[in-house]
């Protein structure tokens, strides 16, 4: 018999799916990019160049190839 909790824990996994969907949708429409969500937001690329679509040029400088984890943690 399932618990509560258990029943809780599907729901929140199945909302979670449902939302990188539509992220990934959303990238892959405006953005003309591929992105693997949420693996591929981690270097903060694909969010600036979001950011930046919605409002141009709102972020001018930051890594578009981050090398490291510096310059990963930069553009977040």
Do not use: C
């Not at 990188?20 to 591929?34: D, G």
């Amino acid at each position: 018999m399932e618990t509560i909790n258990t029943k809780r824990l599907k729901l929140k996994s199945e909302q979670d799916k449902k939302l990188n969907e539509n992220v990934k949708k959303w990238i892959q429409t405006n953005l003309s990019k591929e992105v693997d969500v949420p693996e591929g937001l981690r270097d903060g690329v694909a969010i600036i160049e979001a950011l930046n679509h919605l409002k141009p040029g709102s972020i001018e400088k930051y890594e578009k190839t981050p090398k490291n984890i510096f310059s990963k943690a930069t553009n977040i």
